[in-house]
């Protein structure tokens, strides 16, 4: 009998699923599962936090990147607004600011994207 290797999706579809908040439809679609829950994503996402953020700087800018803003305004999602300081970065709920960061330096943002990202992907799992 012979034994088939899993192999996980690419490592780009993996990332572009989660920053499109498209996490459990993908899982759905790869793990042909009726019910998902962190077993199954574990089984289908294994990209790092490194990976994800080495992906965001090759295929965006800061001040594009998917369900973020770079005005103030009423809907939920990531905010990053570019100030002569730094950059003014938030997180709104419910059209409410969740927590604010003055003078964030470039670097700092794109981890803050990427906590983001992984912290609203609905996975529960636990990234490195």
């Given amino acids: 009998m012979m034994i088939m290797e ?12 989660l920053i499109n908040h498209k996490a459990y439809d993908f899982t759905m679609n790869n793990a042909g ?6 077993p ?8 790092t936090k490194k990976e994800i953020k080495e992906y965001l700087k090759n295929n965006y800018t800061i ?17 990053i607004i570019h100030k002569p300081e730094g950059y003014l970065v938030y997180h709104q ?10 003078e964030m330096e470039e670097e700092q943002v794109w981890d803050y994207y990427v906590d983001f990202i992984l912290r609203t992907s609905g ?6």
Avoid: M
């Fill in 6 to 17: 899993y192999s996980y999706p690419a490592k780009g579809e993996q990332i572009e699923a």
């Fill in 33 to 38: 599962r009726d019910s998902i829950g962190e």
């Fill in 40 to 47: 199954q994503y574990a089984k289908v996402l294994n990209v």
């Fill in 63 to 79: 001040l594009n990147l998917p369900f973020s803003y770079t005005h103030s305004g009423i809907k939920d999602g990531a905010y």
């Fill in 93 to 102: 709920e419910r059209g409410l600011p969740e927590a604010q960061y003055r």
């Fill in 123 to 128: 996975t529960g799992l636990k990234w490195s």
